[in-house]
């Protein structure tokens, strides 16, 4: 009995963060609940408040150096202290009221310079738009 191996490689996702771009190689997301428990006078414990937290989506991918890598890393360092929320769009799903929470960034001599970005929005994922 024979067995195929077929092995797939998936490219990179480019996401635009305003005029800048970035080469992303992993994504993670994380949503947390808050919930506030009591006990009652039977001491069964009871949910008494719960709300959604922020979302967190973090990006770690690759500014390549001929891409003005400084110029990323400008406007992202700039979009820190701003209340400005932009969309940023990842593989089919969209984040709408974004901010910079933090970013991290590695100049190592190489034809890139590795960067991690985390984005906080308190907005729903939506679907994009598909444009024909």
């Not at 039977?42 to 959604?52: C, F, K, M, P, Y």
């Not at 929320?85 to 100049?107: K, M, N, P």
Request: net charge negative; glycine share 6%.
């Amino acid at each position: 009995m024979s067995t195929q191996t077929t092995l797939t490689l998936r490219e990179p996702e480019t996401v635009t963060i305003g005029p800048v771009s970035l080469v992303v190689e992993r994504m993670k997301m994380t949503s947390v609940k808050d919930i506030s428990e009591a006990t009652t006078v039977s001491g069964a414990e009871v949910v008494t408040n719960a709300g959604r937290r922020i979302l967190r989506l973090t990006l770690t991918g690759r500014i390549h150096n001929d891409s003005d890598p400084m110029s990323f890393l400008l406007y992202i360092n700039n979009l820190i202290p701003t209340n400005n929320g932009f969309t940023v769009t990842y593989r089919g799903l969209t984040f709408t009221g974004c901010h910079i929470q933090s970013f991290t960034a590695e100049d190592n001599g190489e034809e890139w310079i590795p960067v991690t970005v985390t984005l906080a929005t308190p907005q729903n994922i939506g679907l994009a738009e598909v444009s024909e």
